[in-house]
C-alpha cells in the first residue's frame, strides 16, 4: 500500500478511488479467523484508512476499501493469499455487489474419483483426470477440483485430463458447465433426454439440480 503513495503538487495522494481486498483462506479453519480477524467490524479497512492518513494522503476519506474473503478452495495444496485490486479514479465506476456462488454437490455416480462426493461454493470447479496435469516440462498448468483416477479403468479413461468446467455466472446467477475440446465429450442427461455440451463454448451450458453429467463414460450428479 505505501509503495503506491505518490506526491504531487500539493502534498501526497493515493491515486486510486478504490482497493479490492481478496483474501483467499486454505480452509474453511483458517476462513473463519480472517473472518474475525480482517472483515468483522471493518477492522482492515480501518487500517488501510489510517496507513493512509498517516502518510498524510488528502484523499484517505474518499477511497472506496472493499475487503472480499473468498471461499477456500477443496485443494489440499492451497496456501493463504490474497489479491490486491486497484482501480483509478478515472476508471471507478458504480461497484455493483458481488453475488455469491450458492453452495452445490457434484456426486459421483459411475467412474472413480477423489472426492467422491464435492461439497462446497466455488465460482469454478475443474473437473478431470488426475489431480494434476502437467505440461512436457512436468509443471502443473492444471489442478482439478474433483479428478478421476488414471487407472487404466474403461470408465475412468475416458474422462480427459482437463475434461470440463463448472463455473458460476454471477450475472445469470448460475452454474453452467463447459467443455474444454475434450476427446470424449460432455454431455447432460435431464428429464430422459440428452443435452450435449459444445466443445470449447465459452457461455457452458446451465447446470439444474438432480442434472447428471456425462464426462465421457463416467458420470456425476449435481445439486
Known sequence: M???????????????????I???????AMRRIFQAVFVEGGSLEKDVRQLLQRAGCRSAGAVEIVVDLEEPAADPARKNSFDLEFTSVSEQKPRKRRV?????????????AEPSL????????????????????????????LAFADNGDEINSTVGRAHATVFFDEAKGDYRIVDEASRYGTR?????????????????????????????RASLRFN
Open 118 to 145: 464435492f461439497r462446497g461454493a466455488r465460482t469454478r470447479i475443474h473437473l478431470g483426470r488426475l489431480k494434476e496435469v502437467l505440461d512436457k516440462e512436468g509443471q502443473v498448468i492444471r489442478r482439478n477440483d
Open 22 to 28: 481478496h483474501l483467499e483462506p486454505a480452509d474453511e
Open 100 to 112: 455469491r456462488p450458492p453452495a452445490l454437490t457434484l456426486e459421483v455416480v459411475r467412474g472413480i
Open 188 to 216: 447432460i442427461f435431464r428429464e430422459n433426454r440428452s443435452i450435449e455440451v459444445p466443445p470449447g463454448k465459452s457461455s457452458g451450458v446451465k447446470l439444474r439440480p438432480g442434472d447428471e453429467i456425462y464426462l465421457g
Open 2 to 20: 505505501e509503495s503506491r503513495i505518490a506526491s504531487g503538487p500539493e502534498g501526497k495522494i493515493f491515486p486510486f478511488g478504490a482497493l479490492a
